[in-house]
Each structure stands twice: as structure tokens, then as C-alpha cells.
């Protein structure tokens, strides 16, 4: 018997509602509540802008939780001291594996109410951006190496109200992108090939956050793969502040004593 849920299973759209669009710059979108009749628009920009406010924050990868206790590994994660969470959506066309689609982000969504970060690494997100912002999540993050007009896409993810962010692999240098940070709230050079976890730690991004920081200086920077112990304050150092985090955590026995020790290693 077919599962019923809210959302069709991906890729299939589904229904579409009416979201407000927010007439803002990027930055000025999480650096002050923004009201429309006197009442806050947005809780995604409420929970951006969580993300901005602080030094530094673990984001746990749930694709390396175990998803037949999701609920239990969230609130162990919470307990933990979690500040938020990254998922990831594949469509094993633009990365060779299938992942998950709407159902598991409004799962998700439902257990908590801590920022969820979505990072896309699939073919066409103009197709299912409005999709996955109305399924719960806060950010959402597109690669530049699509196939669609990166620059619309991200226009697309601004009218939806949530945070919009650009995804770089390794092998993308930083000026190729460069023009189409202003449009962008977060930044996210990959430290491995996308798709695949478990991979070595590529020092590559280290330059494009130095390079980011450097130049947007209020761009939230966000790093992804091979995050542990060992690399994690060469990224801080370059400039990171969002640290996605997969075995390093979920490979552990105890989350809390993780999450310590990651923290411990950028002196925080």
C-alpha cells in the first residue's frame, strides 16, 4: 500500500501554495526582523539569523543518522547539545546516489524546532525549492555547477523567505562564483566531491574561506566533508562558522562527549 504524506515523493512536484515574497537585500534579510503589517514574516530569517549570532556551530549530517529511530536521534542530538541540523538531498543525477526528498525534511521539521539547513545537490532545484522551503527548511543551498541559471535559482530560494545559499566543489574555483555571492547569505565550499561521505579532508577549501571571508566579510561560511577533530580548526581559522559533521559524530558512541571534543579542537 502507497504511504500517504503531505508531499509527493521525490522528484515529482506536488501542490503549490502561496508564500509571501520578501522585497530585502540578502544581508538585510538576517540582520533585523523584517515585519510586514507589524508582524514578523519569516521563521526560517528567525532561525538564520540564529545561525549568524553565533561563533560557531556543529551541524550534525542526518544522512549518517540511523533513520529508523530519526526521532530518537534527534532528541539524543538535542540533549547532546545540537544547535541545529544539516540534511542532504541527492537525485543521483547531479551526484551518483538517491537520498531523500520533501516527506523527510518535513519529518524532520516536525521534531524539531532548531534550524534546518537543506543543502541540494541535485540537477535542476528550481523545480523543487518551493517545495522543500514549504516541507520546513530554513536555508537552502544550491550548487553552482547546475545545469539551470544559478543566479535565478538563487533569486527563487530569496522569495521564499529562507536563507539562500551557494555550494561550491572542489574543483570550482572561488572567483568563477565570486559575482554571485552578493545574491547569497551563506557560502559553502565543499572539502570533498559531493555526493559521498567518508571522504578525505581537501584542503582546497581552506583558500576559497580565506578568500570569502575576506572579501564578504558578513557571508556566512559553511564547510562540508571530512570535518573531525583533526580539521575542523583549519576551517574555523580560515573563516568558517557552520561546520557540517557526519561520522565524526554518528561514528562515536557518545554524542555529547563529540560534540565537546569537536568544540574543544577550535577552542570554544
Known amino acids: ?155 527563487m530560494i530569496r522569495q521564499l523567505g529562507v536563507g539562500v545559499g551557494l555550494a561550491i566543489n572542489p574543483a570550482t574555483s572561488f572567483e568563477s562564483v565570486e559575482s554571485l555571492l552578493p545574491l547569497c547569505d551563506l557560502l559553502l565550499p565543499m572539502s570533498v566531491n559531493a555526493g559521498f561521505g567518508g571522504q578525505q579532508f581537501n584542503p582546497v577549501a581552506l583558500e576559497k574561506l580565506r578568500q570569502a571571508r575576506h572579501n564578504f566579510p558578513d557571508l556566512l561560511l559553511e564547510v562540508d566533508g571530512g570535518v573531525n577533530i583533526g580539521t575542523i580548526a583549519d576551517c574555523y581559522s580560515a573563516g568558517a562558522t557552520l561546520f557540517v559533521v557526519g561520522s565524526a559524530i554518528f561514528g562515536q558512541d557518545d554524542y555529547r562527549q563529540a560534540l565537546e571534543g569537536l568544540t574543544a579542537a577550535i577552542g570554544l
Do not use: W
Request: aromatic letters at 6%.
Open 1 to 155: 500500500m502507497e504511504r500517504k504524506t503531505g508531499y509527493p515523493p521525490f522528484p515529482p512536484p506536488g501542490s503549490i501554495r502561496i508564500l509571501l515574497a520578501i522585497a530585502c537585500t540578502p544581508l538585510a534579510f538576517l540582520r533585523r526582523p523584517i515585519k510586514i503589517g507589524g508582524m514578523d514574516v519569516s521563521r526560517q530569517a528567525e532561525a538564520v539569523q540564529k545561525l549568524r549570532d553565533e561563533q560557531a556551530i556543529i551541524l550534525p549530517s542526518l544522512l549518517q543518522c540511523d533513520f529508523g529511530n530519526l526521532q530518537r536521534e534527534i532528541h539524543s542530538l538535542e540533549e547532546a547539545g545540537v544547535r541545529g541540523f544539516h540534511l542532504d538531498v541527492m537525485d543521483g543525477h547531479f551526484v551518483p546516489n538517491l537520498t531523500y526528498g520533501m516527506p523527510i525534511v518535513e519529518g524532520v521539521r516536525k521534531l524539531t524546532s532548531l534550524p534546518i539547513d537543506v543543502h541540494l545537490m541535485i540537477s535542476e532545484p528550481a523545480k523543487y525549492v518551493r517545495q522543500f522551503a514549504d516541507a520546513g527548511a530554513d536555508s537552502l543551498t544550491v550548487h553552482a555547477e547546475i545545469e539551470q541559471d544559478t543566479s535565478e535559482v538563487l533569486k
